[in-house]
Structures are given as structure tokens and as C-alpha cells.
């Protein structure tokens, strides 16, 4: 049975087929358990299993950390969340030398199987610390998986594949994402990590995007049919670690255009991998334009006067592929002060 | 006496009456940025800062409102900064969750928790290195004496003898967190502080009488040892952890505990005991009222008014 | 008695010399990692192995072959890995930093100091999860104590009541530097695992007897209270921070501590004490080392004849 | 006057001119001042400048990371240490939250001049948790400068423009090249950060890398001249971020023929972004061939017998080449047991 649910009720709804499933899942972080259960992600879980596999824990992301590999490597399989993606960092060390490494470093001998949920804020001023998408710096790593998905389907499926792995999987959210629906089919099921999708089909070029990305590569993707007569074809990685070489390529070869749309600062982010993997994978005479775009490279002011034109957007993104295919036009909507809030019944204050 | 404690009084009850602004005005959707009020916690920075100089530098965390008003930081610029406009204290890069007038002493606030902490260590061991005998007064809630950092922190403090006043401001609560689903019973960060080397006192943080005479005590001893020291007060949010509005219905806190705070509230406190012994307490009373109410129509008028900064704002600053 | 502590001094003994066979062989530059050697320090590992059973759970840092040995770990394994063989306990992967013999109940060991300390924690929140009463054992450093995770580790155990048993091994320096330069003076590591809400004891780490009196504690406490404890023992390593020579030469450390370490070195303190109480353990220690002494020929024969790992394994086990 | 100096010298010579020339730069560190002294980096500086100014620190990285910035808002160029850039992981909250991000947002009222110094470590089974090389995760970040010398002249003058430097810059030093030797000027001098140069000419390819990689590079280029008569341009960044655009895009230019040698895994690494800065401004047919290389995506073993084949190297670089330009031949040396020492007087063990 499909429902049309959001983002947040598929990651509630995931944790919860799991745990129902695995008596060795459990799931703790700041606020799990609290009235607002991680923007309704985790909203009823403790009724439901109780305060032994859902809870709350102090502010102490680096211990906490640890002690999730510790629980990870005798038995149980953890899901720890952070607020925000910038909490992470200070669990960085566990994360890239101890978790990633475990399973190598022992010769197979013990496994990591845990889910580390990030979620990335924007908006309402959030500003420089607590804006970040540091997906990236998670990508670089081998022992990570990175998992970041776009709609409430695949949000749901990835997840549960995310818990049923036996690795670390950073599992990036995108705040604006939370309340967008889609129908979500009420059973078990799983998505492949390392899998990507077409988001929309077509053959001018590619906009391979993931996660918020590619709600404005959709955006895009509908002005430049509407307005330009340009079809485009959207990516949904849906995960960043391991990439999906094949779809990517696929595309590739079609359009033989490709846009890379970042979800954070381009330089050294994921575009930059999408772009090297085709180069890597076909020859520059098969290509016949190739670029990246992302955030403006500042932190993220806090005022919308500035965060309006920091981020790279569908408006961005429709100028940009006017460019690349050699067109005088140009798109010329203006970003709008109020374009800090996912949607209007979005009143603050995070 | 009376003269000094009115103008304490005026100083706790503006910065009630600035954040009780902020939480009506919220609603008009022109502060768009997550801000967290001070409602009920006043007494801790009005006491703590009225003892610091303008060279004593204070550092604050995501909760910085008060501090920053207390340690004599520009409103119009605070407010300026809430509305996002080019005149704000950081040029509204920042948002009230970065707060700053280095002319005043209020060093840049920052949202993570904790994360104040060792820098605050870190302007105080300059000053030793300057060899000056200002104060680092460093900000911070119970939330943030669970993280490492913290720790770290006060090592270092005792280990370079710095002359740092640790204040951390107990109100019970992380986000909706209560003590018990994170510190162990009877966890306290004076035991804590102690078994980092610091001398420590704790007290009401409710009673801005006895915040001025811990706060005193403790510079004193800071003074004369060179050494950090270590207040904790109990104090409580009387609205929601972020954001303009009473949140008691969501009932993450006991009525009864809401209830015995409120009847402590700081303000209150103040205006009875000045009542007591001055009779003509309320007149005055009335006439600093207007005169901040002013000040505040004032400048909010000019936060609303002033300029957002324009897009070219935007890439600069990138470095110094 | 007689016969338990023969097995203890065996026990210890061996450990100090497969340390010495690995000072003596590393020249031949065959053992190409870091090693970080226990010499010196075997009390504590011996004394506190001893106490534990199988299926309690040892971790420990970056000088872990102590307590890898003490716990049971298997000696060809060891320096197979040493060796960078594919017989080694981790197939020569991680060298004598990442030593593991699960069997055996001894966690792989990591060279980033600190980071075992939470993650012990976890294998004993698992623990509890499971409703088994393991206790889970984490030797430390007085150098960790220092880093912020060492804190919110302590805390966590005492908040959810866990079976740890936290085994600091005080030998003063970390690598070259003296506590002065890194901790307060009369800071103590106990003091703080008070504070963080643990009970514990602190001992002298060259008596095995005591070490076991004090481990034997230590652990009926937490089988009786369900809750952590916190031992530190003072200790000394007799070579340098990491590799195989003495670098007294370089003159970090006192002749005079030194030679008072060397006094009571751990192993002379319980050949004395077994001396008096039996008038045969001359003979008996004669048997005992010739054992150990064919043990250690053998195992390293093992070690050095195993076969590298082939190239493919180089791209394996990335993922479980 | 120049004199042959290693690397570690030349560090130490720039840190000593620089503290003599200002007196509120101080340095930090496990181990500053202990007989070893960062691998002779540190070597006497606490004889001659006291130990207000040349001192030990605590086991806290991320406590010390942020102590170092408050001294630098507070009139002070600190510069902390790290023997293991493994241990900085403990301390990415405050660079890349606080440091990196504190000059914009205070709107440049308070700049944060800094320098972190980093060391990767190599060889002599250094195992999982102590060779990575980790610099990308710094590259992403605006705010950050970071700089990545291979020579000892270099060293020098990008360290004494580091400290100089108004903002927080991450200095990463490769362990094998302390002890590598060059004519050095005992004058003063700068490097400007984020200029790179070509380390040796060349028309047919160019092999663009920094750090130790172009120690491999340059060896590289030598046996594609002698034995397969192919000309390489070496281009030594000398910094990931900013990258010097020019000298990237001119040599790119002049060979069309690509090959980014990344010092770490190339997915997500300095060599992705390489590629992409030149796919964002050079046409797809003017490029012949583009490529990168970098090391085996797993954390690098401890064995020699396995690490051996782990790095990327001029071995691999060689064929790598021989490949893009089309050739049949092989360079048919074999990785060596014994490679896993900078040279033969190294006995270990660290
Ligand atoms: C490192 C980190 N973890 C989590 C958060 C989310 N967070 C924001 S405020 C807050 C509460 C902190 O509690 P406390 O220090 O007691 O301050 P209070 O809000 O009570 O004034 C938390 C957990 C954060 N900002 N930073
Ligand atoms: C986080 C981290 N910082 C620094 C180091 C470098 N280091 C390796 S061993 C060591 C000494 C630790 O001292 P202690 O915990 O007392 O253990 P000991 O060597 O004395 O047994 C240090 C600082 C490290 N490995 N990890
Ligand atoms: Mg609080
Ligand atoms: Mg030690």
C-alpha cells in the first residue's frame, strides 16, 4: 500500500520496520526521544520500544561516537543521529579512523554495522555553523558509506538498507527535504546503496545531482523544457560513496553534456568527483561540454539578504546550462528574500 | 547602595524587556534567524557582567542576548543583526546566534556548544602572555559540561594559571533534555571543576544579590591567586529553548518545577527587595520602564529601517 | 597459593621476555612497525588479567602487547603480525599497534590515544543490552586522561551503570613529556573518575600482589553495584616511548626516578617475595624460563617462516 | 647564502626567523620541545626562546585547537603541531567551524592568523590510523588556506608566509620529506601562498601533484625521458587551496595531456579537483587526455608486503603515462619489499 508521506515519517516509519525487525537495532542522539523527535523523524519510537533502544544522550558527540562502534562491534546495530551535520565533527576521529577502518584493519575479524544520520540545515539564517553539507570530507573516505537521498521513497528504502548493512553509513538528510511527499509504499523494502536513478529522462544534457540538489535540478529541469525547448536529464545519486559509475557514464554517453550539481562549495566536493569519474571513465572528444556548480565559497552568511544568492539553485542551474549550450538567452528571475524557508507554513525558528 | 542596585535593577529589567520585544516582534517574520532568549536568566549576566570591566572580556554560547546587553553591547547593532541589515554587529552575517561588540568586550558568540569554552581559555593565555590582569569570563550551560572540550578546557586553565571566570549557568535543560537522560545523579560541574584543579562556589542564580557576591568573591580570588575559578548557578528558561514562545505545553518540564521558577523569577525578586527598602522604588521603577521602553521603540525603529547589505557583501570577509 | 602465584610470575615473566626477544630481534629491521614495548609495566597487565575471565572484554592503546598477552592472546599470532605476516592475528594488516585475539577476549587495540576508551564503553552498554555481566576492561594511559573523550567516556559508564572496569597505568610520561608540562600539579586521574561519579583506588603497579588485591576489589564491586571502577596504578617502562633501546641518554627522565623504578622492578619485587616463600623457586623459575624461553624460539621461528600475505589482500576486507 | 639543508631544518629555520622577527608568534605541540623535537623541526627552539613561547601541550587536540585560536584573536600567530595529522581529526570543530569560518563571520572584525602544522606519516608499517594524508577534507573548506610544500626552499618560504599569514592556514608536511636536501637561502623570505611552479619542464604530458607526489612525479619524468623518450612538465602545487589556476591551466594548455598524482585516494581528493578546475575552464577537445591517479582506495596496511602495493608511485605514475599516450610498452619494475623506508638510513620506528 503507497501513502503519500514526507521525508521525516519515511525515516520514523524505516527506523521503526527495523527495529520491529531486528532486536539488535537501536537508535539514540540528542532530542531522539523529545517532543520534536528530530523534526518527527523519530517522534513515537520510545513509546513504541522503549527508553532501553531509544534515548537521549549527553553532548558528547565524540564519546558517543565510540560508544556506538563499541555497542556496533558486540552485537547490536546503532543508529546515532546529529541535529546538524556540523555536531559531527566532533566525532571526526571516530568516524575516519576508527569506524572506516575496523573492518580492514582486522582482516574482516569485526564488523561495523551502524548508521550515523547527519542532517544538513539551510535556511532562516541558520548561518555559517549549521548550514554546512560536509558530505565531501565523509565521500574521500574508504570504509564510509554515504548515502544521501532526495525523495521519501528512497529515503525510506535506503535507510533500511542503511541499518541492514554491515558498515558505517553516514546518512546525510537535507532539512528542506523533511516535509516534501511522494507515495511511499507501506511495506519492507530496500533500495541498493550505490545505486542512482533517473529523476527525469532526457537528452540534451545531464544534471546529476543528489539529495536538496535535486529538487532544484527538477525545478530546472521543467523551466528549461517550459521556457527553452532544452531537455534535460536528472541524476539522483542517491548515494555519494560508492557513486553510481554505470548510471553516471550511461548518462553521460547519451547527452554527452554534463552539469554537476553540487549540494555544497564545488571545489573539492562532490561535483568535483562526478566530473573526474567521467573523465576518468570516457574519452574528451566524447565530450562535448562538461561542468560543475555549487555554492558561492564563503561560509553561509545568516542573513537572507546574503544566503538568497549563496546557494546555487534552479536559477542557477537554468543559466548555467543556457551557457553550456552556447544560448544568448538568459533566465532572469532574481532570487527572492523570502526564499529562506522550504515552504510558506515554515514560520522559524529551525 | 540604592543608586547602584537601580541601576542593576534597570539593567535586568531592559534586558527582559528587550527580549520580551524580540518575542512579540518574532511573529512579524522579519527576524529570520533561530534566536535563543534569555527570559528568566537575566540575574546570572546582569550580576556576573556588572563586575567585569570593559577590558574583561566575555564569551558566551548560543543563549548570548543577555551577555552580550549585559556586558554593554550595542542594542541597535543587536537588533540590527536579528533583522539581517548591513548596520548589524557583524553585519548580519552572523545572526543572533553570533552576536559580537568587541568594543564592549562581548567576543564573538557561536552556536556550538561547548565550543567557546577553549577559545575563551585561549584569549585569557594571551593576556597572561601580555602579561595584563584582565578577566576572561567565559559563558557556558550545564548542556556543555558534558563535552570533552570542556574538560580539556579547564586542564588547561589550571595548568597555565589563567584568570578565568568560568560561570555556568545550570537552568536543567538541553534543548528539552532534563539532567537525568544525560548526567548521572548528583553529577555536579563544581565537582567536576574542583577535580580539574579550580576553586569553584555555586549559588541562586535567581537572586542577583547573591550572583554579585559570589561574582565578586570569585574575581577577588582570581585576583590574588592568578588563578581560574569556577561559578555555577541555577537559573531557568522561562519560554521555549529556541524561538519566541512558552512551550510548556509540549510538558518536557513539571508544572510544579515551572511553577517554583516562576515564583523566583529574578526580575521579581529584585523589585520586591528594592521595594522593601526604598519606598520610592515604584515611582522609579515606572520612570526606567519608559525611559527603556524608548530606547527600545528607538531601536528597533532603526534595526527595521536600516539597510540589508547588498550582494556584494556576500564574498567579502571570505579572509582577513 | 604457591602454585597460583608460579603461574602469575610465569605469566609476567614471559611477557617480559618475548618484550626483550622483540627489543633484541627488532635490529634485524624484520619487524618493520612501531612497537611500543611493556616492559616494565607487566604487573598491571598480569595482575589485572588475571582477575578477568574469557568472556570478559580487554582494550587497550598503543602498548598493547602486556595486556594482549596477559589476556591470552596468542603469542605466534602476535608476532606473525609483527612480522607482517599473513598469519599474523590481524593477517598483518595492523601491526603491533592493532593487535586482536577475540578468542581470547582482547579487542583490537588502536594507536590513537583515547579512542578505545568510548569504545569500550559501548562493548559494555552491549553488554547490559544483553543482560550478560561481563565485565569490560580498558587500560589507559595517564596521557588519555588528558583528551576530552577520556570525560564524556567516564560519564556515559557511570550514567548507564556499566561493568567497567578503567585501568589507568600511570607511568608518568607521554612520549618524552613529564607531567608537569601537561597536567596541573596534584591532578589526579582517580579524582577526576570520582567526580565523573566512579569509585576506585589507585596502587602501586610494580606489586603484583597488590595489583591483583586491588583488581580482585575493583571487580566485586562492580559485580556487586553494577556499576564502573576506576583503578591507577603507578608504573614505569623501562625502555624508551616507542621502539626497542634504552634512550635514557637523552636524559627526559631522572637518573634518580629511574633507578628508583628499577629497584622495584615488577618482576625482581615478586622473584624476592617468591624467593622467601619458597625455598625451591630458584629451581622451579629455572624450569619455568627454559619453558618459555622454547616458547618464545618457537613462536618466532613461526612468525619469521610465515608467508607474507599476497598482493590481493591488499584490496580485501574494506567492507564486512 | 644558500646551504644544503633538509626539509626539517628548513622548518625550523623559518619558525626561528619568524619568532626573532615577531614577537607574538609562539609554537606549540606534543613534543615541541622534547629531544626529538618534531623530527628536528623544533630542535633548540626552546633553548632560545623560552619556554613562554616554545612549549608542550596536553593530549587534547580539539581543547588546543581552540586555545590556539583564541590567542590569535587575541594579538597572538600561534602555531600548533600534530606529529600524526591523524590526531587533527580531533580538532576539525574548531578549524572548520571556528577557524575557518570566524573572519567572515564577524564581517572581518577579528581574523584569526594561525598555522596547524601536519604531518603525514609513511612507511615502516605505520598502519590504517597513522599514513593517511588527509588534506582534501581541508581543501573544501573557504577560510581555510592549504599548503603543501615539497622542497625545502619551499618549506621554508611558505612557512614563513604562513605565519605571516592573516588567516588560518593548514601547513601539511610529508614525514619523507624532512629529511630531503636542497640549497636553501639563510635570508628571509617568502613563497607566496597559492602560487605553484613547474619543478621541471616538459611538452608531452603534464603530471601535476605536490607534496611528496612530486618526489614520485619527478622520478617519474626522469624514466619517461631515459628509457621511453617522453618529455613530462612536473607542476608542483605547493598549495590545495587556493589552487594556482594559471600554472595548472598553462601547462595544461601547452601538453593536453593531463595527469593529476594525488597523495592520498584519489576519489574525492586533490586530483578531482585538479581535473575539474581544468574541465571548468579548458573546451573538452582541447584536452587530448585527462586522467588521475592516487592510492589503492582502502586504508593503507600495516605490512610492507601489502602497503608496498598501496601507494601510488613513480612505478605506477610511469605506466599511467605510458597509457594515456597510447603506447604498448610497460615499465615492468615490481613494487620492493624494502620500499617502505624514505631511505637506508631509516631503522625505524617511526
Ligand atoms: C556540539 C553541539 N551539539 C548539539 C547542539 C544542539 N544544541 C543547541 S543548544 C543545545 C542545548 C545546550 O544546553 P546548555 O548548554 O545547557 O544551554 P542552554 O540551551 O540550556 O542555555 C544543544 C544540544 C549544538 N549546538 N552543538
Ligand atoms: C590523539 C593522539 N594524540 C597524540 C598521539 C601521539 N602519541 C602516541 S603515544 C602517546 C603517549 C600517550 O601517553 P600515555 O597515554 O600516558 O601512554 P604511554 O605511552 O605512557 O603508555 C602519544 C602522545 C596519539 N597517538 N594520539
Ligand atoms: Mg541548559
Ligand atoms: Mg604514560
Redesign the interface.
Known sequence: MDRNIDCATAINEATEQCMKKYKNV?IFG??V????GIFGTTTGLQKKFGN?RV??????????????????????RPIITHQRI??A??S???I???A??????????????LVIRMIVGKG???????S?S?E??F?????L?VVMPFSPKDTKGLLISSIED??PVVFIEHRWLHSIKQKVPKSYYKIKIGSGRIASKGNDISLISYSYGIFECLKASKILKEKFNISSEVVDLRTI?PLDKNIILKSAKKTKRILAVDN??????????I??LI??NLK??D??????IGN????C??????AK??YCNYISIVNKVLEMLGSKKKYLKKNN?ND?VPDKSF???? | MNKNLNKIYSKMIRIRMIEQKIASMYAEQEMRCPVHLSIGQEAVATGVCSQLKTNDIVLSAHRAHAHYLAKGGDLKKMLSELYGKENGCVMGKGGSMHLADLSAGFYPAVPIVGSTIPIGVGVAFANKMKKNSNITCIFLGDGSTEEGVFHESLDFASLKNLNILFVCENNFYSVYSPMNVRQFENRSALNLAKSHGLQGNRGDGSSIIEVIKKTKNGINYIKKNKKPFFLEFQTYRFIEHCGPNNDDNLKYRDKSEIEKWLDKDPIKLIEKYMSKKNKKFIFEKEKIISKINLEIKKSFNYAKNSKFPSSKRLKEHLYG
Chains 1, 4 share one sequence.
Do not use: C
Open positions: 537501536f540528542l532530542g526521544p523529545d517532543p520534536k532501553q534515548f537521549d544522550m549527553p553532548l558528547a558527540e565524540n564519546g558517543m561516537m565510540g560508544v556506538a562502534v563499541g555497542a556496533a562491534l558486540n552485537g547490536f556540523e555536531f565533527l566532533l571526526m576521529e571516530q575516519i579512523n576508527q572506516a577502518k575496523w573492518n580492514y584493519m582486522t582482516a574482516g575479524k569485526q564488523k561495523v554495522p532562516w539564517g541558520q548561518g555559517p555553523q549549521h554546512q560536509l565531501s570530507l565521500g574521500h573516505i574508504p570504509g558509506k554491515n558498515n560513496r555544497s562549495w564545488k571545489s573539492f566536493g562532490v561535483s568535483a568527483e566530473i573526474s573523465t576518468d574528451t572528444k565530450i562535448k561540454k562538461i561542468a560543475r558561492v565559497e564563503v561560509p552568511p545568516s542573513t537572507r539578504a546574503l544568492d549563496f528574500l529562506d514560520k522559524g525558528p529551525f
